[in-house]
């Protein structure tokens, strides 16, 4: 069965420091993998995304994630933390084969806090 | 442009009414989606359209139907709500279904008594 895992809850960190958000994932097939950020009373906005390719993935607002295989993960980090970037942080994934094709997996969320 | 765009922002039912979730998207996208957000969850897809004139279920699909009424709109339909469906429902569209990013729209917060 295809799944997403975020093990942490919440996450704290000061500003200026890096901070990573973990994910893993189940598929049957090849994992197509994303992360989203979701702010107060807001939809859910797009960081970026693994299809193919290298396995550093750099997106939107100074973040990157890592596709490790062997690990199946896909760990979220930033070098330097903002105040700002204090939100609910969603990974997601998709089987690129097999029956469930179309269908997104999104994991229960990590809420991060940057203290100044 | 817009985005994607939903209706109502809150609503709140009591348990057997009906009522319908509006989506609208000006992208010219192909696939749209409907999601369910809980506390501690998630986002759990209830339905999706890949493309007009399609529909198909997602995790989380019973007592809830679907219209993909055109290209832009994808309405969500509660026949007889329960105090189960209270949620946060977000629409989503994406060029394709296939690798493209998801966009999405404020959300709906749904309370049923």
């Known amino acids: 069965a295809q799944s997403v895992a975020q093990p942490e809850d919440q996450v704290n960190v000061a500003e200026g420091n890096p901070l990573t958000v973990k994910c893993t994932y189940s598929?049957?097939?090849?994992?197509?993998l994303f992360w989203y950020v979701q702010y107060p009373n807001r939809g859910l906005q797009f960081l970026l995304k693994?299809?193919?390719?290298?396995?550093l993935v750099k997106g939107s607002y100074g973040f990157e994630a890592e596709f490790n295989k062997s690990q199946t993960s896909f760990h979220l980090k930033k070098p330097s933390a903002l105040v700002s970037d204090s939100a609910l942080y969603f990974c997601?994934?998709?089987?690129?084969?097999?029956?469930?094709?179309?269908?997104?997996?999104f994991g229960s969320g990590t809420k991060l806090n940057v203290k100044p | 442009n817009a985005g994607v765009t939903q209706t109502p922002k809150f609503q709140v039912l009591k348990t057997g009414q009906s009522m319908t979730l509006q989506c609208a998207q000006d992208?010219?996208?192909?696939?749209m989606y409907w999601y369910r957000q809980d506390p501690g969850m998630g986002l759990r897809l209830i339905y999706y359209?890949?493309?007009?004139?399609?529909?198909d279920k997602g995790e989380v699909p019973n007592g809830y139907n679907v219209s993909r009424l055109n290209k832009r709109e994808f309405s969500l339909r509660l026949e007889s709500a329960a105090p189960s469906q209270t949620s946060v429902y977000f629409c989503?569209?994406?060029?394709?279904?296939?690798?493209?990013?998801?966009?999405f729209g404020p959300g709906t917060r749904l309370t049923v008594l």
């Open positions: 989503a569209s994406s060029e394709y279904i296939g690798t493209d990013t998801q966009y």
């Open positions: 598929v049957s097939g090849n994992p197509y």
């Open positions: 693994y299809i193919t390719g290298d396995n």
């Open positions: 997601a994934v998709r089987d690129g084969t097999g029956h469930n094709f179309n269908k997104f997996y």
């Open positions: 992208m010219n996208h192909n696939s």
């Open positions: 359209s890949a493309s007009e004139g399609t529909t």
